[in-house]
Every structure is written in structure tokens, then in C-alpha cells.
């Protein structure tokens, strides 16, 4: 087996078609600044008990996991933002009202949701 072979349901994109999705991003999130969003970019990365938590528990089939080398702690792979988003809105901005945040990034999931996935 070559060692240049992605594992399966891995991809690379190439110039076209990360060229189309690029324009996509950038103008679905000008249009999300335009009507007030701010943008967050919360980590790809975090420590599993704050990942998980709240309605990030469902995720947890979908998730991840590694072992920090330096802590031991758990570590998992987002396999969905809002839940980060959420802790970001309520324990980090402290603001009162509703907060108009938006977020466009990867995820990683542990086994596709579909055929061809």
C-alpha cells in the first residue's frame, strides 16, 4: 500500500474546487457581517469535558478523542461548533441580549452520516 493513500471518507481538495468553496465562505459570511453576525473561531481542538457538555453530549459517538501528551487530559476533535459557540456566548462575551455570532470552519466526525459522505 502506497503511503501517500488518505484514509477512507478523507479528501483533499483541490485549487477549483477549495477556490469555489472559499468565494462561498467569504461571501456567506460578508453577508452574515452585513446584517450585524460577528465571527467567532472557536479552537478545532479541546479538552473533552468542556467539549462536550451541554448539548455537546450527543456527540460524543461523533467525536474524536486523543490524550494531551502534556496533561494526560482527554482531548477531542469538534465534530459540531455550536456547542463552542454557545460557551463562547455565555461564558466568555458576558453580554446582555441576544448575540448575533456566526462561525464557518471543520469538523471531524468518527464515521460519516451517510453513504459517500
Known amino acids: 500500500m502506497s503511503a501517500w493513500v488518505l ?27 452585513s446584517y450585524g453576525y460577528e465571527l467567532v473561531m472557536p479552537p478545532l481542538l479541546e479538552h473533552l469535558e468542556s467539549l462536550l457538555t451541554g448539548t455537546g453530549e450527543a456527540l460524543d459517538i461523533q467525536t474524536f478523542k486523543l490524550v494531551d501528551q502534556l ?26 441580549g441576544v448575540a448575533r455570532l456566526c462561525y464557518c470552519g471543520p469538523v471531524l466526525h468518527t464515521r460519516p452520516d451517510r453513504p459517500h459522505a
Open 7 to 33: 484514509p477512507d471518507h478523507i479528501a483533499d481538495v483541490l485549487p477549483s474546487e477549495a477556490r469555489h468553496i472559499e468565494e462561498l465562505r467569504r461571501e456567506l459570511l460578508d453577508t452574515a457581517r
Open 71 to 96: 496533561s494526560g487530559r482527554m482531548m477531542g476533535l469538534r465534530a459540531d461548533t455550536t456547542p463552542q459557540v454557545a460557551r463562547i456566548d455565555a461564558h466568555l462575551l458576558n453580554r446582555q
